[in-house]
């Protein structure tokens, strides 16, 4: 049942392909909380020719990871409302986002909500997932002393565990499917070395933390949403 598990401050790990995007929006959907993807953050950015975006961009197309420095500006506006273009990837109906005595809702599926920028800190803490975030033992520390510290520390790190082989895989249906900057094989292959380089670390800085819970990747969006779903409900203190 939905709203079971609240208050829950997710990360979903794994690499390109393992199926991040579509677990963010079910999480997203069956738990309240918003979802929140540096991918399209970027992606909105670069659509826009912002700043950050010009920077951004030949980061992304190459398949490399965009400066830290960047990435954390980034989550940083939007978890803390600095800038009023805030963009909530997937939020559910229904879903109250912006607090501040206001109770503004989003009903948005994918569209931008400016009201998330007025959210305050203890309500935009109470939940959210990020995806694509960190990629970096940089970005991770650098979360930790900036958001941990302000009453944002994370709950639980979902690892997807998806063989390389299946990834590739997928992506290359992805590419065909959809129109992305970065799903060329050759440009999928570069994103799942700096995967294995730069992000997969990541790994054993959370599991000495006692926060990582790999989940098997495999099989159907279902099956896998089974297995994340019975993680989140065995957490502590996130049942009513
Ligand atoms: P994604 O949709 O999460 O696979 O991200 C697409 C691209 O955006 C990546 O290949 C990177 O170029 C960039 N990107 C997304 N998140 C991050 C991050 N946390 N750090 C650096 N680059 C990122």
Known sequence: MPGTVRSVRVVLLGPPGSGKGTQA?????????????TGRLLDTEIAAGTPLGRRAESFVRAGELVPDDLVLDLVASRLFGARAAAVLDHVPAGTVVAAAGTGSRAAGTGTAVAEAAVTPVPDVCSGFLLDGFPR??????AFDARFAAAGCALDVVLDLDVDESTVLARI?????????LDDDEETARRRLKVFAERTAPLRAYYAARGILRTIDGSGTPDEVAGRIDAVLRSLPD???
Request: glycine share 4%.
């Open 25 to 37: 929006a079910r999480i997203s959907s069956r738990y309240g909380i918003p979802a929140i993807s």
């Open 238 to 240: 996130h049942r009513h």
């Open 136 to 141: 970096t033992l940089a970005q991770a520390e």
């Open 172 to 180: 290359a249906r992805r590419s065909r499917d959809e129109s992305r």
